[in-house]
Nanobody, 122 residues
Framework: QVQLVESGGGLVQPGGSLRLSCAAS????????IGWFRQSPGEEKERKGV??????????YYSDSVKGRFTISRDNAKNTVYLQMNSLKPEDTGVYYC?????????????WGQGTQVTVSS
């Protein structure tokens, strides 16, 4: 009933760009904070927060490693949140997930999708 689906990943060279999409079904995305998380290669199942966008005022948050390079945005008409990723670096490689919560950065993110793979390599 409640579902998030990530898409848009792929293989790019360093310096390239990707736009990830987080599409919602079963609920209205605009009423929730949406966070993007990354599981890096070699890690256990820990997912580290990359970016988040609130619902009340659309305020945004970024991890230090992606500030100035990534942009999170929301398209309420499409019930979708995007993560524009520019100037990609090899350390950005990983599986990216989106999830919903009441606010950024909450501790009760839910409705995790299956993830989308991002690989930055020469």
């Amino acid at each position: 009933q409640v579902q998030l689906v990530e898409s848009g990943g792929g293989l790019v060279q360093p310096g390239g760009s990707l736009r990830l999409s987080c599409a919602a079904s079963g609920f209205t995305l605009e009423t929730y904070a949406i966070g993007w998380f990354r599981q890096s290669p070699g890690e256990e199942k820990e997912r580290k927060g990359v970016s988040c966008i609130n619902s009340s005022d659309d305020s945004t948050y970024y991890s230090d490693s992606v500030k100035g390079r990534f942009t999170i945005s929301r398209d309420n008409a499409k019930n979708t949140v995007y993560l524009q990723m520019n100037s990609l670096k090899p350390e950005d490689t990983g599986v990216y997930y989106c999830a919903a919560d009441v606010a950024c950065w909450g501790t009760s993110f839910h409705s995790w999708g299956q993830g989308t793979q991002v690989t930055v390599s020469s």
